[in-house]
């Protein structure tokens, strides 16, 4: 089991700059990914950005260049550094893990905290 606790959210105009944060703890040497998803008033979760323990970085295409996942080594925290934010950047960010043992892969989620990008 691995337990995360986001931080961070808030609201800031259209250009500006947050950084979130999340907490792992748990089993957390069974972690082979961590990532951020959000998910705006009606629509569906979305992957925003992953970090693989090998350190390989996935981005989607509406945050690339703006947006920076990064981790400390013992995997116990991740952090999303969110520049040049924009109004459709709005949405409820969560942060997710990705464990595997043995064969059993379990994907773990935390509560989710609240961006509004906004003038």
């Known amino acids: 089991q691995v337990q995360l606790v986001e931080s961070g959210g808030g609201l800031v105009q259209p250009g500006g700059s947050l950084r979130l944060s999340c907490a792992a703890s748990g089993t957390i040497d069974s972690i082979n990914a961590m990532g951020w998803y959000r998910q705006a008033p009606g629509k569906q979760r979305e992957l925003v950005a992953t970090?693989?323990?090998?350190?390989?970085?996935n981005y989607a295409d509406s945050v690339k260049g703006r947006f920076t996942i990064s981790r400390d080594n013992a995997k116990t925290m991740v952090w999303l550094q969110m520049d040049s934010l924009k109004p459709e950047d709005t949405a409820v960010y969560y942060c997710?893990?990705?464990?595997?043992?043995?064969?059993?892969?379990?994907?773990?989620w935390g509560q989710g905290t609240q961006v509004t990008v906004s003038s």
């Open positions: 997710n893990v990705v464990t595997v043992v043995f064969i059993t892969v379990s994907h773990y």
């Open positions: 970090l693989t323990s090998g350190g390989r970085t």
